[in-house]
C-alpha cells in the first residue's frame, strides 16, 4: 500500500471520526481507536502490537483536538479550576500508569478489555442514564483517587476521559457545563502523558512498522487531526437536526457492535 493511499486512508478516518464526535458528542477515542486497530490490519502490522499502537495513537491525536477544547471551555470560563488542580496530579500518575498496565497485557487481551469497556459504555447510552447529580465536595484524597482511575483507564483505552470524568464531577455538584469543560481540560495531561509514555514504553520494539515511533503511529495522526477537527462541525450540525433519542440508540448500538467485535 503506497504511502498517498494509506495518507488518504487516515484523512478519511479522521473526518469519520471527526464527524461522528460532533453527531453523538463524544470523544473521538471510542471510534479511532477500533478504526486503527481495522486499518493497521489491513496494513499487515503484527496483531500483538496492533492494539497498543492504536490506543497510543489515538492519545496522540487527542492531546490535540483537547487542547482546542479545553482552550474554547476556558474561554467561555466553564472549567472549575480548583477541581481540575485537584484532579492533576492523580490524572498525570494514572495515565502513566495505565500506559504501563497495557504494556503487560497482550494485544488479544487488551482487545478484549476494550470490547467489554465499550459494551458498558453502549449499555449506558442505550438506558439513557444521565450522571447522577450530588452537591458533597470531596476532599483532595478523593479527588486524587478518582484522578487516578479516571486517568489510568483513559489511557489503557485510548480516550479522553469524559466517560468518566463527567460522571464524577456531577457527583461532586458541578454543574452540567462545568462537568463537560472541566472534563475537556482533564483529557490534555492523560492524553499527553498517556502518549509519551506509549512512546517510551514502545520504543525500538522490533514489529513497529514504519512512520511509527514506540507505540505512536503519526501517519495515522496527521492524518486524523487534519481532517478531524473540521469534520467535528459538521457533525455537530447534523446533531442539531435530528432528534437526541435517535443519536443515542443510533451510537449505542454502533458501540455494541464495535465492542462484541472486540470479543468475538
Not at 103 to 108: A, D, K, Q, R, V
Request: hydrophobic letters at 60%; charged letters at 5%.
Amino acid at each position: 500500500m503506497s504511502l498517498f493511499v494509506t495518507l488518504l486512508g487516515y484523512l478519511a478516518l479522521g473526518a469519520t471520526a471527526g464527524t461522528m464526535a460532533g453527531l453523538f458528542g463524544v470523544g473521538g477515542g471510542l471510534i479511532i481507536v477500533p478504526a486503527l486497530v481495522f486499518a493497521f490490519g489491513l496494513q499487515g502490522v503484527d496483531a500483538s502490537i496492533a492494539m497498543h499502537l492504536a490506543v497510543g495513537t489515538s492519545l496522540a491525536t487527542i492531546v490535540v483536538t483537547g487542547a482546542s477544547s479545553a482552550w474554547a471551555h476556558f474561554q467561555k470560563g466553564s472549567i472549575h479550576r480548583p477541581w481540575f488542580l485537584a484532579l492533576l496530579p492523580g490524572l498525570m500518575l494514572g495515565a502513566v500508569a495505565g500506559v504501563f498496565v497495557a504494556g503487560t497485557l497482550s494485544g488479544g487481551l487488551l482487545g478484549t478489555l476494550f470490547g467489554v469497556f465499550v459494551l458498558l459504555v453502549a449499555a449506558r447510552m442505550a438506558l439513557g442514564l444521565a450522571p447522577r447529580a450530588g452537591a458533597r465536595q470531596p476532599g483532595r484524597l478523593a479527588m486524587g483517587v478518582a484522578g487516578t482511575v479516571i486517568g489510568g483507564i483513559s489511557a489503557l483505552f485510548g480516550i479522553g476521559g469524559g466517560t468518566l470524568t463527567v460522571p464524577w464531577l456531577s457527583r461532586c455538584g458541578a454543574s452540567m457545563t462545568q462537568a463537560v469543560g472541566t472534563s475537556a481540560a482533564c483529557g490534555l495531561p492523560i492524553a499527553l502523558f498517556g502518549a509519551a509514555t506509549f512512546v517510551i514504553v514502545g520504543w525500538g520494539h522490533a514489529l513497529l512498522p514504519a512512520g511509527a515511533t514506540g507505540f505512536v503511529m503519526w501517519p495515522a495522526f496527521l492524518g486524523i487531526v487534519l481532517a478531524s477537527v473540521p469534520f467535528a462541525r459538521i457533525g455537530a450540525r447534523l446533531a442539531h437536526a435530528l432528534p437526541s433519542r435517535v443519536l443515542r440508540l443510533a451510537f449505542a448500538s454502533l458501540l455494541a457492535v464495535v465492542g462484541l467485535r472486540f470479543l468475538l
